[in-house]
């Protein structure tokens, strides 16, 4: 390989042409998803807003399941963060709120894997297994939160009614962009939905909280909805 003047070896030229043509199309292909659904989307349109021929997406991808396994790869690192469980009251409630704002801002930047979700994981099962295991790592996070916040004080909860919660915020974070789409008249949503479902999960965990957490959640709560 050919060196640099500092030494070092040289950028392929073409490898560099390579990568960031597949960054384009993993663009473009998740900006359409989100906008018009995954099922709507052809490769044929994907090729066309790029600007390229079908065969140079086929020489990148396959086809579109190829591109939604790289695309639901990319979620799942986004998507992979850990709460910071505090054990004083207004530290641990704001943890909490910060860890569902920022799982819901992921779950909107991959959004149409959620509106298609019944379909495109039971077309692929590698799929079907990652959100599972996704799904397992949320359940157990907002258990070890609960927890910790009975463990301060600032939770009054059995075991059987954490595990029980942690369903609960789960099934709202995984259908709730769909929820609020069918409410909308026009059938869409918009990033302001993102701490309406914030607010949503935190109203399923507030009947738990006690004393100094409980007043704390509802300031937060105020301070959306105002």
């Known amino acids: 390989m050919a060196k640099s003047p500092a030494g070092r070896p040289a950028l392929?030229?073409?490898?560099?042409?390579?990568?960031?043509?597949?960054?384009?199309?993993?663009?473009?292909?998740?900006?359409l998803f989100n906008e018009h659904g995954e099922a709507h989307v052809t490769t044929g349109m994907i090729a066309d807003e790029l600007g390229i021929s079908p065969g140079n997406l086929y020489y990148h991808f396959r086809n579109k399941d190829q591109i939604v396994e790289e695309l639901f790869d990319r979620f799942e690192a986004r998507i992979a963060l850990e709460p910071d469980a505090r054990l004083d009251g207004p530290g641990a409630i704001e943890d909490l709120w910060l860890y569902l704002h920022l799982m819901f801002e992921g779950i909107w930047?991959?959004?149409?894997l959620y509106r298609n979700l019944d379909d495109i994981t039971g077309r692929n099962r590698r799929l079907r297994e990652h959100f599972n295991r996704i799904v397992e790592a949320k359940l157990e996070a907002v258990r070890r939160l609960c927890a910790g916040l009975v463990k301060a004080g600032l939770m009054h909860a059995r075991p059987e009614e954490i595990s029980a919660l942690?369903?609960?915020?789960?099934?709202?974070?995984?259908?709730?962009?769909?929820?609020?789409?069918i409410r909308d008249k026009r059938g869409r949503t918009d990033s302001h939905d993102l701490g309406a479902g914030a607010y949503q999960v935190m109203a399923l965990v507030a009947p738990y909280l006690v004393a100094e957490a409980r007043s704390h959640i509802e300031r937060l709560g105020r301070?959306?909805?105002?």
């Not at 392929?12 to 900006?31: C, F, K, P, Y």
């Not at 930047?109 to 149409?112: H, L, P, S, T």
């Open 12 to 31: 392929d030229g073409n490898a560099v042409r390579t990568q960031r043509t597949r960054e384009r199309i993993l663009a473009v292909s998740l900006a």
């Open 109 to 112: 930047g991959f959004r149409f």
């Open 166 to 181: 942690a369903d609960n915020v789960l099934v709202v974070a995984t259908y709730w962009l769909n929820y609020r789409a």
């Open 223 to 226: 301070d959306y909805i105002e």
